[in-house]
């Protein structure tokens, strides 16, 4: 999953020049580096980073190259990721005040390729004229932040039977820009809709290659 914003269009597309990196560490170091060949906006998007639409999932398919690959780190670092899952919630199910991380790559020369995970409290959740949400939060980020996942460590919103046995935080959402008037951070909340469409979306892109 992406913000679209990054990548700036409003309808699907094939690109030759996105690339994904697994596990990277730094500029020169990953495990593997793949071509992005296929991205899908929301059809709401609307071009606005604060739609609650701005997100979209990109597929990638041919694999390039792998860098400094150290097997032993690789799996102490997939170790730290066994404790994540992807669901949604509902705007109702948030609480103001309770902790949010954002992990992502910051675009700061002496950062690139490093990850880097920040907390700090929801301040709000709200519906969009476009019936999206939009969540806001007090948590530092920069540019190149946009497109991180978003964490909630309040599991209460995945059912028992759908939880796995370490499992400690789980995304809700997308992190999008920075309202400079409020000096707030805000992100697309993946509600129950938009997770449908999630999943709907990988289904309909790999039943079409078939």
Known sequence: MVAINQIGKKRPRPY?????????????????????????????????????????????????????????????????????THYFADASELLEGQEIEVTGFPGDEDKTGYLYTHRGPLIATSETALGGHVLSYSVDTTPGNSGSPIFTTDLSIVPLSERAKDQQRVQIGIHNGTDVGSNANYGTLITPELYDWINTTVDDYFASRQ
């Open 16 to 84: 030759s020049d996105l690339r994904f990196y697994m596990a990277r560490k730094g500029e020169d170091t990953y495990v593997a580096s793949y071509k992005i060949r296929h991205c899908v906006p929301h059809p709401k998007y609307d071009g606005s980073l604060a739609s609650g639409f701005d997100i979209g999932v990109c597929f990638y398919d041919e694999y390039l190259a792998s860098k400094n690959y150290n097997p032993e780190n690789y799996a102490k670092r997939l170790d730290r990721t066994n404790d994540l």
